[in-house]
């Protein structure tokens, strides 16, 4: 979003995307940035790739603070009105984590208790996707177990579905060095997420081995999980038509497009 929205579509079509995430508002802060319906409707009419959201990253429904509930409430509003404005498909948001002094049962009924109420308030907003963590942390969400229990606590409501992270997954205990294990992993988060559950995967290599509970994204062939590993990402039905985006950095991208788009034609052969 560097440079505004304009720049976002552009910026994604020279690294040869063919699937768009963004961020409406600052990702590390809380304060909205000031309004441009006139933008908004721009972006929407002329992007023709699909579009995403991704909420900030300060947004968390466990904390047991109520000024962070407020103000995760508000963003959460915020992302899927300016989603919906834009046309995207669904709105990222962490699973979240029960923090210090919080009970992880009464953490999570807190996030239904949140939620489910803005979700109410922008009836024709895009699809929430909850994103599983590295874990640790009191994450609420992180390995295939925990992310079933947390959408059963959500009363498996339709509205809501699953961004997957390759790095979480692998951070959480699911190692997807190889392309087996990494298809069971898959599969393990499918069964989770329920029929068409999941909406979007990010796609990222990871500087840590599996289980370190770190989050810390590598260039896609650059990490512990390896280029060859993630050519699973095509050859399981599991993920057939579901988007993915990279979440490396930025002059990374070019690269990581070019070296999934490589791994996803050999599979089609
Ligand atoms: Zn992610």
């Known amino acids: 979003m560097a440079g ?50 991704h909420a900030p990253y300060l947004l968390n429904f466990g904390s047991p603070s109520a000024e962070t509930l407020a103000r995760s409430t508000e963003a959460l509003r915020f992302s899927l009105q300016r989603g919906a404005a834009i046309g995207a498909l669904g709105v990222v948001m962490h699973a979240g984590s029960s923090v ?10 807190q996030v ?50 699953v961004c997957l992270d390759t790095c979480h997954m692998h951070a959480a205990g699911h190692d997807l060095s190889t392309p087996k294990s990494f298809r069971a992993a898959l599969r393990a988060y499918a069964r989770a997420a329920g029929p068409g559950g999941i909406g979007l995967i990010h796609v990222n290599d990871s500087r840590d081995p599996a289980g370190s509970k770190r989050d810390r994204h590598e260039a896609i062939g650059h990490g512990t999980i390896g280029a060859d590993a993630f050519s699973a990402l095509f050859t399981t039905p599991v993920t057939r038509r579901v988007p993915m ?25």
């Open 100 to 109: 210090l002094g919080n009970r992880r049962d009464d953490a999570i009924a």
């Open 4 to 53: 505004g929205l304009a720049k976002a579509l552009p910026r994604a079509v020279a690294v040869g995307a063919d699937v768009l995430q963004i961020f409406v508002a600052n990702p590390r802060g809380w304060a909205p940035p000031a309004a441009d319906p006139a933008g908004d409707a721009t972006f929407a009419a002329t992007c023709h790739l699909p579009v995403f959201v």
């Open 245 to 269: 985006v990279v979440e490396t950095s930025d002059t990374q991208h070019a690269a990581d497009i070019a070296t999934l788009t490589a791994l996803r034609t050999a599979a089609l052969l």
């Open 112 to 161: 239904r208790e949140h939620v489910l109420p803005v979700l109410d308030a922008v009836p024709d907003g895009p699809r929430l996707l909850v994103e599983p963590t590295a874990g640790g942390g009191g994450a609420l969400a992180s390995d295939a177990a925990s992310l079933g229990a947390y959408l059963d606590a959500l009363g498996r409501d339709q509205r809501i579905g």
